[in-house]
């Protein structure tokens, strides 16, 4: 993702999460998920937050409040795990994510935003 549709393409996946979240999953859950998915050159990541509340999602560049859980990758693996490929513990496991604060939330991220299974 290193063309100039990267923004439009990430903007698009986030917009994506938000209508997929599964409202019997995300019940009596409050949680800033944040996603930081690596670039090229050094350059700073892009940074989108995920807000789950009150059975409902909204993505956004940043929030206020503080994460419950950050994860840390390239944009591959962002992809791999979006699309269903791989999933949080197999990528931890490969080296692939990193990932800070409340791990069990990590781990159900697909249930909870309704991700396809390969």
Do not use: Y
């Not at 807000?51 to 591959?76: E, F, Q």
């Amino acid at each position: 993702m290193r063309s100039p549709l990267r923004r439009f393409l990430l903007r698009q996946i986030f917009q994506t999460m938000r209508r997929r979240v599964d409202p019997a999953q995300a019940a009596g859950l409050d949680a800033v998920v944040e996603f930081r998915i690596r670039r090229s050159g050094g350059r700073p990541a892009d940074r989108f937050h995920v807000v789950i509340a009150d059975g409902r999602c909204k993505a956004s560049r940043g929030t206020g409040r503080r994460a419950t859980v950050t994860l840390d990758m390239g944009p591959a693996t962002f992809l791999r795990l979006v699309g269903g490929a791989a999933g949080v513990p197999k990528l931890v496991l490969l080296g692939k994510l990193r990932v800070w604060g409340d791990l069990v939330l990590a781990a159900r991220l697909p249930e909870l935003l309704n991700i396809p299974k390969a």
